[in-house]
């Protein structure tokens, strides 16, 4: 497949843009392809096919768009190795995770197609006896998809299912950093039957091709998943034409070990949550608050089981744990932030350095003596550092925690009713994970507060995001 392609009404076009962009695998350093940015009349043109696609495909029956959803699923699913490996290469995630988000992706496929035959509106009572009021759910129109590099095949899933099911057309603009495997997926979405125009694809940069989306008239949402930097800027962009955006952001979650938690449980978790995709997913552990009675004992398990994490290239050594970080200069953001905590008074227990001579690679890490107030407690390190600090009284990590530009996931790990019941009334999240894995569920709904983002994706609510509202008021006269 030619990389540097473009896929626009129906039809994989070359690019003649003369701006490339390399690919680079963040294990090797390596050059593994080039992609173009693509120009703003090429942007605009996939724009003008989507606005045009997404007026005959709102008008197929949903059991119809139902079934090509699905068969995208099924034909994910049958090239699963091979759109695995392709993520493991361009992303740096160990190729049991990649097999694993490709699995989600074509879990997510199934599950909105199976929202077919059940979109549908509401009939509301009149006050006029001669009147119906129907409230229509129709879809929004052309949604700009625009996707981070941590999460590029499971979250392409979530933009394009999510747009077909419910009549939208799309617009993918992949990350510059990890293309390959959406320009992969294109070729899929090329062969189930779409009308012209309904899925698009256009590689290029954020500031280029993501602004040119952003701020187009016909975009009618952009959903993006990203930095709070880059989301800010498509806001701006998008209030141009006061396009609706649906902003998927930061976190900085935070992780409450209380005296009644079962610590082998909770150090399996965190450890889990902050080492997959070397902590870069918004919802890992990013800040942890023990109870001093137990601080000791998990802060030493907790030591114990970061220091065992295998790193490498897994695609030399399947038994590697835990891959690269994504590129060189979000290596360098994770050292700035780490120096900086040891400069304030931080001690490092495990790791704290860069690992290997070649490739991206970080070292497990956990710090101690944090304060909340540490530059590390409150900005995203997205990386496999684990601050831990410590509280007194429960209400007190609640107040901590809640006390963040963020608020997207959270954890708690607790084997007490009361402390259990009053997260749930206090703390300010989107999510929270009680005594369990941090990992959202497809039917939920996968929202933030604060900077973590507006709208949210996953079940019927994310399903709700992608639809607009037309109402009927019906008036008849008695028959005669
Ligand atoms: P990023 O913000 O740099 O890029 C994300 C996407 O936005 C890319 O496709 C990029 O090209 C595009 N972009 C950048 N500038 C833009 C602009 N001016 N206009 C339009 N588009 C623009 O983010 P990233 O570094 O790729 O991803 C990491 C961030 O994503 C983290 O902060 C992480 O927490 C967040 N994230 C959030 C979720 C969630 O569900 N809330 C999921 C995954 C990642």
Redesign the pocket.
């Known amino acids: 497949m030619n990389l540097q392609q473009l896929y626009i009404n129906g039809t994989f076009i070359d690019s003649k843009s003369t701006e490339t962009i390399d690919v680079i695998n963040p294990a090797t350093e390596k050059v593994i392809s080039q992609i173009v940015d693509a120009t703003a009349v090429e942007t605009n043109q996939a724009i003008e096919a989507a606005w045009h696609g997404q007026k005959e495909w709102e008008k197929v029956p949903q059991v119809e768009r139902g079934r090509i959803v699905r068969q995208i699923g099924d034909e994910i699913a049958a090239d699963k190795e091979r759109f695995a490996k392709m993520l493991s290469e361009e992303q740096g995630k160990p190729i049991e995770e990649a097999r694993g988000e490709v699995d989600q992706a074509v879990d997510f496929f199934y599950y909105m197609s199976e929202w077919n035959r059940k979109i549908g509106g509401e009939i509301v009572p009149s006050d006029d006896p001669n009147e119906q009021i129907l409230i229509q759910r129709k879809a929004i129109g052309v949604v700009a998809g ?6 590029p095949v499971f ?1 392409f899933a979530r933009k394009v299912a999510t747009a077909l099911i419910t009549g939208c057309s799309v617009v993918i ?5 990890t293309p390959n495997t959406a320009i992969a997926l294109s070729a899929i979405l090329d062969r189930v039957g779409l009308p012209k125009g309904v899925y698009n694809l256009v590689t290029g ?3 280029t091709v ?2 040119q ?2 701020k187009h008239p016909k975009v009618a949402m952009v959903s ?8 800010t ?2 806001m701006e ?1 998008a209030a141009q034409n006061i396009t609706k955006v649906n902003l ?4 900085k979650a935070p992780i409450i070990v209380s005296k009644y938690a079962d610590l082998d449980l909770a150090v399996k978790h965190i450890k889990a949550s902050r080492i997959e995709n070397a902590g870069q ?2 919802i890992s552990a990013e800040r942890v608050y023990v109870q001093e009675d137990v601080a000791e004992a998990f802060t030493q398990k907790m030591i114990a089981a970061m220091q065992e994490v295998k790193v490498g290239y897994s695609l030399e050594d399947n038994t590697v744990e835990m891959g690269p970080v994504s590129s060189e200069h979000h290596l360098e953001k994770i050292e700035t932030l780490v120096n900086e905590a040891i400069k304030q008074g931080a001690k490092v227990e495990t790791g704290g350095t860069r690992l290997n001579s070649s490739g991206y690679f970080y070292a497990p890490t956990v710090l101690t003596n944090v304060r909340h107030d540490f530059e590390i407690m409150t900005s ?1 390190v ?1 990386g496999p550092v684990l601050p831990i600090t410590t509280y007194k009284h429960f209400s007190e990590a609640i107040d901590l925690a809640n006390d963040s530009i963020y608020g ?1 996931a959270s954890a708690l790990y607790s084997n007490d009713y009361n402390e259990i019941m009053q997260a749930s009334r206090d703390l300010q999240y989107g999510e929270t994970y009680v005594n369990r894995d941090t990992g959202e569920a497809v039917q939920g709904y ?1 929202a ?1 507060m604060r900077q ?2 507006i709208g949210g ?1 996953d079940g019927k609510n994310g399903l709700g995001d992608f639809l607009s509202t037309h109402v009927m008021y019906l008036a008849y006269n008695d028959a005669t």
Do not use: Q, R
């Open positions: 625009i996707i981070p590099w941590n999460y979250i603009k992949p990350s510059e950093e940069k954020g500031d993501g602004n989306l952003s993006m998943t990203g930095s709070v930097a880059a989301g800027k498509v962009a998927e952001l930061g976190g997913a918004c995203e997205f997207l996968h933030g973590s983002g994706t």
